[in-house]
């Protein structure tokens, strides 16, 4: 059973440049969540989704950041208008349903850097 | 509301040494605890859980124990290798992780 897959592992960008994370979740799983780690800092959430829709996005900046899970492929972050503090490591993750104690499979993680 | 604040590091110790890494959370209610591991340049991976007071998750060696009276999850391991090397992550359940700063260790020979 493959784990989490998420591509490119690594990605670099201009500033102002558009950037697009993938998230392939476990098989079996319809919860996808996307995490931002900042250099030398623990994650933060950003957003919460199920297939077509989006559960909380209480952590994603206002602007700029978008997700979608459609009903078919990966689930899309996407970063229009890049700046230097977009850099950062993004971590999906996955579960086969919602809930305090049911565990979060994660991905290998986007670095992205922006230059 | 809800958070988790663990020790900071780095943690540096001889192999075969005793590991305790130290968290604390707030929360309402009682969300399940977890500890995770990332491993350099690496995904992170669940090294243990707890999901109510009393519970006491263990592997690997390690162990953790969800105390309510003191809102404690401490992290412990009676004799480290080099292998754990890590950046360890206090984590709060829920449909958000909360996470922890992390805590690195690094094992030397």
């Known amino acids: 059973n493959a784990g989490v897959m998420q591509n490119p592992r690594h990605l670099v960008r201009r500033r102002g440049q558009e950037a697009r994370l993938r998230c392939s979740p476990m098989k079996g799983h319809s919860h996808v969540y996307w995490y931002r780690q900042l250099p030398e800092e623990g994650l933060k959430f950003m957003v919460y989704l199920q297939k077509e829709n989006i559960i909380d996005e209480s952590g994603m900046p206002k602007e700029r950041f978008s997700a979608e899970f459609p009903k078919e492929g990966p689930s899309i972050l996407r970063i229009q208008q890049v700046v230097r503090g977009d850099s950062a490591a993004y971590f999906c993750?996955?579960?086969?349903?919602?809930?305090?104690?049911?565990?979060?499979?994660f991905g290998p993680g986007t670095r992205l850097t922006v230059t | 509301g809800n958070s988790v604040t663990q020790m900071e590091g780095p943690v540096t110790l001889s192999e075969e040494a005793f590991l305790t890494i130290n968290c604390t959370y707030t929360a309402t209610g009682y969300p399940s605890l977890f500890w995770y591991v990332q491993y350099p340049g690496e995904g992170l991976q669940l090294l243990l859980k707890?999901?109510?007071?009393?519970d006491k998750g263990s592997n690997k060696g390690f162990e953790a124990t969800y105390r309510k009276e003191t809102t404690s999850f401490h992290l412990e391991k009676g004799s480290v290798q080099v292998s754990d090397s890590a950046v360890y992550f206090c984590?709060?359940?829920?449909?958000?992780?909360?996470f922890g700063t992390g805590t690195r260790l690094q094992v030397f020979p």
């Open positions: 993750a996955s579960s086969e349903t919602s809930g305090s104690s049911y565990e979060q499979y």
């Open positions: 707890a999901t109510k007071a009393d």
């Open positions: 984590v709060q359940g829920g449909d958000k992780l909360i």
